[in-house]
């Protein structure tokens, strides 16, 4: 039987994994794990807290919720980080020993703070891009260290071209095979505008897979649209999860990104799939429907709009998602996840897609190929 790979789980970074990693002559601008007078450890940068920092449970969301609120009234913390943090949450040998312990074989590994912070960091371009260099070279060390099971996911912008060339070749070097990228404009320029396509030459030569996966980026909708507090996660967020990643893919699609890229490969992770059947039947249909009304297509394709998706796009579908009734709606192009050790996620992945009627033996797409064509790895 295939190995089992679960397409998202997070690594936790250290309190000094910026500093650790980051270009010396930019350890300013690196981010920090700091406690505060209480005892609540925040995610910092150049002194101003970001997030706070706290300690997850699989299938417990309310330990969050009550660590926040205490730390909203000025309570002392339940816990002290440092110490509820398991060894296996953190350090890659640890978790590659873990696996074993989920039912999975091999993980891809998401950063954990690095989801909270690339919006608020984006109005200075460099500590961005120092900060996601820092974990892209500890990416590097997490592969080394995962005995061939775990896969880092690095962290890119699009925003600085040279920047980005230099650090996929790093990566592809280091056998990265995956990076997270936000699906929104690049100063004010859509993903499949044409100054972009040595990027996506760039990802397809080095081997490297970008990935929209959920996170603190450039938003889509307007700034006024959302409520915000400190430590708190905007509703609107969680109701329209999926909405950037169908927009990113819609542009890459219509706009003829992925035709003239046949081998540009893309994943949709933690963003639901409940909505690609809906998706697939608006994207021809509005294709249709437009071409028609203007009496020419927008863009010279080769394929269906939905065929570029299913050529291209591999999409993370959780057990409640019930991806049987997926597949047989929009075809083979789920993965199995469990978005270890995430509150909203399960420390025993493979017995709930059991549960749902996805068994290894009978979903090779669901538990280990599809995942795989994102890695490019045809074992």
Not at 148 to 158: D, E, I, N, Y
Not at 327 to 354: I, Q
Request: glycine share 6%.
């Amino acid at each position: 039987m295939q190995r089992i790979i679960d397409c998202d789980q997070h690594l936790y970074e250290s309190r000094t994994t910026w500093l650790d990693h980051i270009d010396p002559t930019m350890r300013d601008e690196a981010l920090r794990i700091e406690d505060d007078d209480l005892g609540y450890a925040h995610i910092t940068w150049r002194g101003r807290r970001l997030g706070i920092a706290d300690v997850q449970i699989p299938r417990d969301t309310e330990h969050n919720g009550r660590h926040r609120e205490r730390y909203r009234q000025g309570l002392p913390p339940e816990y002290r980080y440092d110490e509820a943090l398991p060894d296996h949450y953190w350090d890659p040998p640890a978790r590659a020993r873990h696996l074993a312990e989920l039912g999975v074989d091999e993980a891809v590994l998401f950063p954990n703070f690095g989801l909270l912070w690339e919006r608020r960091l984006s109005g200075s371009l460099p500590a961005l891009t120092a900060n996601m260099a820092a974990w892209n070279r500890w990416c590097a060390t997490v592969r080394a260290d995962g005995d061939g099971r775990l896969h880092p996911v690095a962290h890119l912008t699009l925003r600085d071209a040279d920047w980005l060339d230099r650090q996929l070749r790093d990566l592809s070097n280091a056998d990265v095979r995956l990076a997270m990228i936000a699906p929104a404009l690049v100063d004010g320029r859509p993903l499949s505008h044409p100054d972009h396509d040595p990027i996506w030459a760039a990802f397809v030569d080095c081997g490297i897979t970008p990935i929209f996966h959920v996170a603190d980026q450039p938003r889509v909708f307007d700034d006024a649209w959302y409520a915000e507090e400190e430590n708190s996660l905007p509703v609107l967020e969680s109701v329209f999860l999926w909405t950037p990643a169908a927009l990113g893919v819609t542009d890459l699609i219509t706009n003829g990104t992925l035709d003239r890229f046949p081998d540009l490969r893309i994943g949709i992770i933690e963003l639901s799939a409940i909505w690609v059947p809906m998706f697939l039947l608006m994207l021809d249909g509005g294709w249709d429907f437009v071409s028609r009304l203007n009496g020419r297509a927008q863009t010279e394709l080769s394929l269906r709009p939905s065929e570029y998706f299913r050529r291209h796009v591999r999409v993370a579908a959780f057990s409640y998602e019930e991806p049987r009734r997926l597949e047989a709606k929009a075809g083979d192009l789920f993965m199995c996840c469990s978005d270890y050790p995430h509150s909203e996620g399960t420390s025993s992945p493979v017995a709930d897609y059991e549960a749902r009627g996805n068994m290894p033996e009978s979903s090779p797409g669901l538990f280990h190929d599809n995942t795989a064509f994102l890695l490019r790895d045809a074992a």
